[in-house]
């Protein structure tokens, strides 16, 4: 007997590890929906200058300008994302259609001992792509020295593991999960010091806009709407912010009731935490506020209110002076 739904839906990829292995999950997905799928690795920005520090790219689309061409060029049907890498503002002709159910959103500090954070020594080095991350640590260990990584997880980690001069360096607990490497994690670093990118640990899928079977495919398979009320608020907070990669923005929406029903008319309750730190850590501008989410709609407006609440407070004049020419980091 044939599958209910036989035309094969091509699903377009990156190539690393952690990507083939998110869709290969999605893949899985569809295939218990009933739906066939094919994979199609493609090349990205961001994958053709793995060394080139992030805030020299200056491209907030780098993991995800080839899957979109290939989305509106008809070469694919869906793609599959970390959603902390999609930016909040999608090409025209793109739709996000899915939102997959959230791993740990926490960051992961990776030793070479098992080594805590609070034990790392005086002036230790730490390596990180990520301005998030930089200026979280900053703010809580000035003493602290950070330097550029990049590549995906298994050359961090190898870079971490031939370089005695690093102390540390710092992964999505997720990536490392979903890649068997669990035991890899020193210590889950608690959201007081390292709040997480906005959509860390949530999987994304996009589309054609208007592609009505591919969207219901993955809808039908992926999507969880109570992660993505969660991470539709830290969006819009994102958004809001103009923030992207470049900008040490966090957030992390949670719902007060992780059993509720997110829908028209119920009583769902969103808590969504902000922060943005200036770069060398010496200025701090966080928040939380709480607010009913029943639809995409409601939950951008938590977003949004946030947000509006962290540039009344500072956070504006900080995201201001990291956009003047020379306000990063010196890499």
């Known amino acids: ?25 999605a893949c899985e997905a569809l295939a218990a929906a009933g739906f066939q799928t094919e994979t199609i690795e493609i090349l990205t920005t961001g994958d053709l200058a793995p060394e080139t520090p992030i805030g020299q ?7 995800t300008r ?27 002709g793109i739709a996000l259609v899915a ?33 998030r991350r930089r200026a979280q640590l900053l703010s809580a260990r000035p003493d602290l020295t950070i330097i550029e990584i990049r590549g995906n997880v298994d050359a961090r980690l190898a870079k971490l593991d031939r370089n005695p001069a690093i102390a540390a360096t710092l992964l999505a607990c997720a990536g490392l999960v979903r890649l068997s490497l669990g035991h890899r994690i020193s210590e889950r670093l608690p959201y007081q010091l390292m709040l997480p990118a906005p959509g860390q640990a949530a999987l994304a899928v996009t589309a054609r806009t208007g592609d009505t079977r591919a969207t219901k495919a993955a809808e039908r398979a992926m999507h969880d709407p109570r992660a993505a009320a969660c991470v539709g608020a830290e969006r819009a907070l994102l958004h809001a912010l103009e923030g992207g990669c ?6 992390l929406g949670e719902l007060v009731d992780p059993t509720a029903i997110v829908r028209p008319a119920s009583n769902a309750v969103l808590r969504l935490r902000g922060r943005v ?5 010496r200025r701090v501008v966080e928040g939380t506020i709480e607010g009913p989410v029943y639809d995409r709609q409601s939950a951008e407006a938590v977003g949004r209110e946030l947000a509006a609440r962290l540039v009344a407070d500072g956070a504006g004049r900080i995201l201001e002076a990291l956009r003047k020419p020379g306000g990063g980091p010196a890499v």
């Not at 080839?66 to 025209?92: M, N, Y």
């Not at 992961?108 to 790392?120: I, M, Y």
Request: aromatic share 2%; proline share 9%; hydrophobic share 40%.
């Open 99 to 131: 939102v997959s159910t959230r791993e740990d959103p926490r960051d992961a500090l990776v030793t070479r001992d098992g080594t805590g954070f609070s034990a790392l020594p005086p002036g230790a080095c730490i390596a990180t792509s990520s301005l």
């Open 1 to 25: 007997m044939s599958p209910p739904h036989a035309t094969v839906l091509r699903v377009g990829t990156r190539g690393s590890a952690l990507a083939r292995w998110q869709t290969s999950h």
């Open 66 to 92: 080839q899957l979109d061409e290939a989305i509106l060029d008809g070469r694919i049907d869906l793609a599959v994302h970390s959603l902390k890498d999609l930016p909040t503002r999608l090409p025209e």
């Open 57 to 63: 790219l200056s491209d907030p689309a780098l993991f």
């Open 277 to 281: 730190v200036s770069l060398d850590g």
């Open 246 to 251: 470049e900008i040490p923005v966090a957030a």
